[in-house]
Antibody, heavy 116, light 106 residues
Framework: QMQLVQSGPEVKKPGTSMKVSCKAS????????MQWVRQARGQRLEWIGW????????KYAQKFQERVTITRDMSTSTASMELSSLRSEDTAVYYC?????????WGQGTLVTVSS | DIQMTQSPSSLSASVSDRVTISCRAS??????LAWYQHKPGKAPKFLLY???RLESGVPSRFSGSGSGTDYTLTISSLQPEDFATYYC?????????FGQGTKVEI
């Protein structure tokens, strides 16, 4: 069945970078779009950006434009999201999801904690 | 950015109740609206798209309606497995935005 499996939880220091991976299976990865959202405790879901896997074309929310990079590796059917210059406000659960516009199915989420 | 506002933020209901959740967009979104169900510790689940179209495998007790800026998710007869938080999301334009969630509790 269609599945997205994300990398494990991370603890990061302010000012450093994080990278979360998302391995896809059960569908044609190269024909998909992969999106990333996050949810801080008590906050609503927040869209970060997406990548069209086949072309590698990306689009990011303006809020993250300067700090985020979304990539994909078609040889391993894996999408990744890297966020730099971390601050405490970036502490959140990060989700990958497959879909274009809608989030058709989701990874299990990765908790990233930013703390000194 | 398009702001999405859900109401209520939480509600208490019983099994077999009819439940209605509202979602309002800050501008017209031409039915480009999706609904998700989220249980603690689990991945969110995609329920409906295009305001009223049920995703494959989603029980028919879930339905959606609305147009313009105002949309509704209805659960016709609440089941034990439906206790969760529900989110609306607009995909009319980026940045895609979500409502703040409605927690359906016993």
């Amino acid at each position: 069945q269609m599945q997205l499996v994300q990398s494990g939880p991370e603890v990061k220091k302010p000012g450093t970078s994080m990278k979360v991976s998302c391995k896809a299976s059960g569908f044609t990865f190269s024909n998909s779009a992969m999106q990333w959202v996050r949810q801080a405790r008590g906050q609503r879901l927040e869209w970060i950006g997406w990548i069209v896997v086949g072309s590698g074309s990306t689009k990011y929310a303006q809020k993250f434009q300067e700090r985020v990079t979304i990539t994909r590796d078609m040889s391993t059917s894996t999408a990744s999201m890297e966020l730099s210059s971390l601050r405490s406000e970036d502490t959140a659960v990060y989700y990958c999801a497959a879909g274009s516009g809608t989030f058709d199915f989701w990874g299990q989420g990765t908790l990233v904690t930013v703390s000194s | 950015d398009i702001q999405m506002t859900q109401s209520p933020s939480s509600l208490s209901a019983s099994v077999s109740d009819r439940v209605t959740i509202s979602c309002r967009a800050s501008q017209g979104i031409s039915n480009s609206l999706a609904w998700y169900q989220h249980k603690p510790g689990k991945a969110p689940k995609f329920l409906l798209y295009a305001a009223s179209r049920l995703e494959s495998g989603v029980p028919s007790r879930f339905s959606g309606s609305g147009s313009g800026t105002d949309y509704t998710l209805t659960i016709s007869s609440l089941q034990p497995e439906d206790f969760a938080t529900y989110y609306c999301q607009q995909y009319y334009t980026t940045p895609y935005t979500f409502g703040q969630g409605t927690k359906v509790e016993i």
